[in-house]
């Protein structure tokens, strides 16, 4: 690969750039959200097996340590002060992705505790990975080719003399104009998941009694299909961009990546 070029000297990122999104605060703030579907999720999961005691339901148990994870994660950004890392930057859209839990505690609720035909349950199984993988697949291979071409992947990290940078408004445009990505699943998924689970609602009674579960679960299995695959999606960008993008940079040109979240991108091609 050719090594990124540029000039420049080291940036005020911490002034440059908004401090809301500043890691050792915006990494806080997004560890709340699996946080929070943590604690959303935990009736779900002991409400999927109410004879199971609380503490020995393995989904419960799981949900609590992922919940006191995140407890302890929450001060750590703030204590140590994380900066403009692109690893710590990245954190944030990894914890972010964890709002698939809200589709994922309800799907194992449903394959441990549930009565649901074993054909039932392939055909939910198998549209959840399609689905996840083809997403998920969208950004790897566009995110794959952008970082293979010199001019466009200067666009997005720019090299100077102290560090390479990540350019987030580079990566908006070729996100928004050059390949007119939504980051948002198709209108068309959308619509036949919620479409499909507020069809389920007619006879909630049936549903359920084919599950052998509560109906909230058999809806949310349904309707938070876009939504894992959203947070699916976050976390793959997160990975990509600022994990093993800068991982690959790092041995080729021996400087870290940090990011620049408003800083004006450059390119080959102007």
Known sequence: MVELRGVG??????????????????????????????????????????????????????????????????PVPIVFRWDWKACYYGFSLLCLGGISLLAAVPLLSVVLYGRAPIYALLVILFLYGISHFLWCRKFVVLYRGVFSDDNLRIIIYQEENDAVYYMRRGDEFLLRKRYKFSQIPSDWLIGVSVGSALLMAVDMHAVAGFIGLPFVHAFLIIAMIPISCIGAGIATRGFLLFYLFPAKIKKITGKTVYVDVVGKYRSNNK
Request: charged content about 10%; glycine content about 4%.
């Open 9 to 74: 000297i080291v940036r005020a990122l911490d002034s440059s750039n908004p401090q809301i999104l500043r890691p050792s605060s915006f990494a806080s703030f997004s560890a709340i959200v699996p946080l929070l579907c943590v604690i959303f999720s935990l009736p779900l999961a002991s409400g999927a097996a109410s004879e199971i005691a609380f503490f020995e339901n393995p989904i419960v148990v799981i949900l609590l340590a992922l919940g006191a994870a995140f407890l302890l994660i929450i």
